[in-house]
C-alpha cells in the first residue's frame, strides 16, 4: 500500500551532540524534555518546540526525565547514580539524591539509576536502579528510603497503572505496588528480561523484553507478543494516550507505529540517518518525537482532520456533551431508555448523515453500525418531544471490537446532543 495521510515529518530539533537516550512530554503537551548519553538535557516549548534551556544535568548518561503532575518541577536520572530536581521553567537545582551503590558488578558501577517518577500529586519521588532496590523520597523535606530490594538484579523500568499501583520490573519479573503500604499485590515473570514497561487501562500492561519482544499482559495473565526486532537491547517505547497505538525503536534508523489491540504495522517513519534509540508520544496525541545516536530529534505530526459539522441535519445546533477515543474506524453504537420510559423520540445522525430518524427510545436496546472516517466525528441526537419528564435523554453504548464505552446524550427542542468520537487512520501503512 502507498503511503497516505498518517504522522508526518515536521521538524528537527538541534542542540544534542551525543545519542538521545530518553524523552517525556510534561502532562499539556506544552513542554519537552530530552536527555542524551553526555548528561544533557534540553527543555523544549509549545508546538513550535522553541528552545528554552540546554544544561549539563548529569556526569554521564541521563536515564530517566519526568514532569511533576503540576508542571512546576523536572525530576532527571543519571547513571552517576543521582537523581535531581529542577524548578521550571528557569531549570534551577532544587534538590539532589543520592542512589547508593553496591559495588561494582558486570558492567555496572552498581548505583546507575534507570527509572524516576513522580507521585501522583508531586510530592514523592521514586526511582530504581542497578543497585536492585526501589527506593522512593519525600523530597522536600525527606531523605531517601528503601521500598524494595530485588535478589535477582537490578530494576529496570516503571510506570503508573491506572489502578493506583507502581509497576517495575527487577531482570524478568513484573510487580505491583501498593505505594501506601509498600505491598508487593502483584508478581508474574517471563523467561527474558524486561527492559521497558508502558501501562493502559484495566491492569493493562506493554513490556519490552531484551529479547526484541512486546508483550501485552492484562491482570497478570500474558495475552499476546510481537518480535519487533531480531535483534537483542533495551529499547524505549511509547503508548498512545487512549491506547490506540504503540511507537517502537530498536529497529535501526526507522521507528515503527504498531495499532493496537492487534499489532498490527500501521507506519514506518523514516527519516533518521542513524538507528533510532528513544520515542515518545504527546499526552494529546497529536505528536511523535523521535530520537537517534547520533544527537539527531525529530517532530512528526498528523494532519489535522476535517472537522465534522457543527449542526444536525435539520439545522439546529448541537452541543457537544462527550468526546470518546476509539480504536477502529468501524463501531457499533447502542442506544436505548435506561429511565423511566416516557416516549422520547430521537433522530441519530453521524457526521451529517442520518443513522436513524423519527425513532422511540425504548427499553431494549437499538443496535447500528457506523462507519468513522479517521480523526474526529460527531455523532448528534436530535429530540423530536421531550416526552414526559424533559429533557429528551438515551443512554449510548459505543463498541469498537476492543471494549465498551458507554454514556448518556440529552436534548430539547432547541438543541441537540453530540457526542464527538476521534477514531485513528487505518490508511497509515506504506510500502517500504
Known sequence: MSSQSGFQWQQSLEGHESALTTLSFDGTANLLASGDESGQVYLWEGQDFTTVAGWKAHDGKVSGIAFSPNQEW????????????????????????????IGAYGDWQGNEVTFVLFSPDGQELFYGGYNAQLLSARWQDGEPRVRY???????????????????????????????????????WQDRSPFCEIVTGPEEEIWAWTYKGEIQQW???????????????????????????????????????????????????????????KTVTISPDGNYLITGDEEGQLYVWKQPAAEAPPAEAPNG?????????????????IEIWDDRQFDGDTISLSLNGEWITQRTELRKFKRTFRAELRPGPNLLVLTAHNLGHIPPNTAALRVYDGARYQSLQLHADLNTSGGLQLIAPDPRLTRER
Open 316 to 332: 439546529q445546533p448541537v452541543a457537544v456533551q462527550e468526546t470518546l477515543r476509539v480504536a477502529a474506524t468501524t463501531v457499533t
Open 149 to 187: 530490594t530485588d535478589t535477582k538484579g537490578g530494576l529496570t523500568c516503571g510506570a503508573w497503572g491506572s489502578n493506583g499501583l507502581l509497576y517495575f520490573a527487577a531482570y524478568n519479573q513484573l510487580f505491583g505496588m501498593d505505594p501506601s503500604t509498600g505491598a508487593i499485590v502483584r508478581q
Open 218 to 276: 492484562k491482570a497478570g495473565v500474558r495475552q499476546r507478543s510481537l518480535q519487533v526486532t531480531p535483534e537483542e537491547g533495551a529499547s524505549e517505547f511509547a503508548a498512545a494516550p487512549e491506547g490506540q497505538f504503540l511507537l517502537t525503536a530498536n529497529r535501526g534508523n526507522d521507528a515503527l507505529l504498531w495499532s493496537l489491540p492487534n499489532l498490527n504495522l500501521q507506519q514506518t517513519l523514516s527519516r533518521h540517518q542513524r538507528p533510532v
Open 74 to 101: 523536572l525530576a532527571t536520572a543519571g547513571f552517576d547514580g543521582k537523581v535531581r530536581i529542577w524548578a521550571l521553567p528557569e531549570c534551577r537545582l532544587l534538590k539532589e539524591l543520592e542512589n547508593p551503590g
